[in-house]
């Protein structure tokens, strides 16, 4: 480790050396005391201009071509088209400006390095050109904004009536899950009631609560509108499932949804991908502490008829924890043990 520190100091003193010798020369020049204004490093340092263009050039394209398979994963929802076509429409856009201004960005070191016979013009302005490149700009950022939007809108908007509703609430480092039972509403929740055996603050007075169950994974038909409502118990947290195109924060405080259609099932996306190992995930992107990386969950996509017969076999949280029962009024209780 020593021998390791003491080799990082020796080369950031010969670059203190280097540096101060490089100024030296420069101050040299403009005081007029060295009239070789252009060594041969210029040469040199021109040319490595169009070395690191096409080394560095050449290794992104490498690069992005080889893991394009890691980078661009299927697509499991019907939204996710609209998303991943609005994502490589943006990259074709600002990928082709992006390239044309690097590359002229280091030819022009090159094809203008100074030579003692050549002088440099000087072109104060244009205005033709301030228009060009300020109103260009202005119309393709319009349109990209503007159906970015509308994709936005349409997936954050009131989702269909018949939607399944999943409510996601993260905390410090987990996801809980809780489906709404027969009745397909959620009940209430309070974060005041959050306790060791109620740590979703669900409200039991609420009789619209007492036939919500809980779930270790999250399960969704194909083809059937799903609305995940999401929250957050302590910090901020991120709702991530890259195979549907979602992604939504979990913000205390302030309740979150996005509603999607998935349309591959787990078992189908298993043989898409040749791995019967496979599962869609949610994971956390906002690192929330230490065991952020804890943070995940699986998503199981059914066909429907499999989803309507999961859904009969799970039991509520008053089924599974009587003790939650405690101060509910005698109305609800009877309402529970129908349910």
Known sequence: MYGF??????????????MVY??????????GSDKKIASGSNKVNAFLFLVFLVAVGGLMF???????????????????????????ITMAVTGVIFIITH???????YK?????????????????????????PALVLTVLVITGWMAWS???????????????MGYQFAWDIRYPGQDKVLGDNDYRLTSAIN????????????????????????????LFKIRA?????????????????????????FWFVPNKTTAEMRAELNNPDFNYEIACTEICGRGHNAMRRVIEVVEPAEYQKWLTEQKTFLQMNPALAEGIEVEVKEVAEIQ
Do not use: C
Not at 62 to 88: C, M
Not at 121 to 133: A, C, G, H, Q, T
């Open 5 to 18: 520190l003491i080799a990082v100091g020796v080369v950031l003193l010969l670059s203190i050396v280097w």
């Open 22 to 31: 490089r100024i030296q020369t420069l101050v040299s020049v403009v005081k």
């Open 62 to 88: 490498w690069y992005s071509i080889k893991e394009f398979d890691n980078y661009q994963l299927p697509i499991a929802s019907e939204h996710g088209v609209v998303t991943d076509r609005l994502f490589w």
């Open 103 to 109: 590359i002229l960005l280091f030819i022009f070191p």
């Open 112 to 136: 203008y390095q100074y030579r003692e016979d050549r002088k440099a013009s000087f072109y104060p302005e244009n205005n033709k050109l301030e228009v060009i490149w300020t109103t260009v």
């Open 154 to 168: 349409d997936i954050t908007a009131p989702a269909p009536e018949n939607a399944h509703v999943v409510e996601l």
């Open 199 to 226: 740590p979703m603050g669900i409200d039991f007075t609420d009789q619209k609560s007492v036939d919500d169950f809980p779930s270790p994974k999250v399960v969704i038909p194909k083809g059937e509108p799903v």
């Open 233 to 257: 118990r302590d910090v901020l947290h991120s709702v991530f499932a890259p195979h549907m195109r979602l992604k939504m924060d979990a913000v205390p405080g302030m309740p979150t949804r």
